[in-house]
């Protein structure tokens, strides 16, 4: 601990290390804005049952959600020894998945329902520097800010709302000792694909009227999604659209033509072939089953037929 705790205070007194490094900048932000010590050997402190509940509700529809994809993700993680946690945007514990044999041990960490592990609280660590910096992230062991805290490996995404505004954190903490950085790469990229996906069914939900268009832009990691109503006026807009197509980042959209986004001309471009590379790239996932490719894009059976035969798309 006492070598951690000089490590810490080195790099930050360091005047280029936060300059050159993300950790060493979350350890500077720990200690200088936060006030915290990295010796500090208390765990997070915890909301009572009233104040849990009140956070609870105020997440609206993301935990229902969320649940079916936690579980998901812990039925591939759970049984090497990892904890599946979601917060809300500040940082408290919202839900938890951990298998039995290790519910002592998270309990232990402070990986508990109710627990404040934002950044201001706890310093650097997965869920609460995911939070402050708005981006997926890792932390293995050692780059945790306090000491008692370094026995974690934690693999986070940040999560955003309908809205745009940062809706909470997903995270996979691992306390084994031999985890290997390798593995947390292959668990992250598990994490930012749950994360992107429970975007897309809260997106999905917020505009359950609409039509969901996957816009036709390369997007990495992101969940590009227009919400149109049935004159083709964009009502919605997930937030890596909104910046892709310089919308406003956060509330509802100015009402605006979605060919004015997707530059619809004469033949099959802007509009008409981004739905169609959503429809296909849905038959392409679901192996040409019209059924699971209509379920994917949140649409019937028989709509899905009838996109297909306006777009001219084969049903073989």
Known sequence: MKEHVETVFRTVESSSAPAVSQIAASWRRSIERHGLHPGEKSAPDRLDAP?????????GALLQIAAPKLDQLFGLVGQSGCAVVLTDADGIVLDQRCTNADEGEFQTWGLAVGADWSEAAVGTNGVGTCIAEQRNLIVHQSEHFLARNAGLSCMDAPIFGPDGHLAGALDVSSARSDQTEA?????????????RQIEIDAFRAAFSDSRIVFADKDATDSAMLLAVDGDDIVQGATRAARKAFGLNAFGRIAPLPASDLLGREDGPTGFEKAERAAVMRALTRAKGNVSEAARALGIGRATLYRRMKRLRIDGN
Request: aromatic share 4%.
């Open 51 to 59: 104040e849990l509940r009140q956070r609870r509700d105020r997440t």
């Open 183 to 195: 593995f947390n790469r292959l668990i992250a990229a598990m994490v930012t694909q749950t994360a």
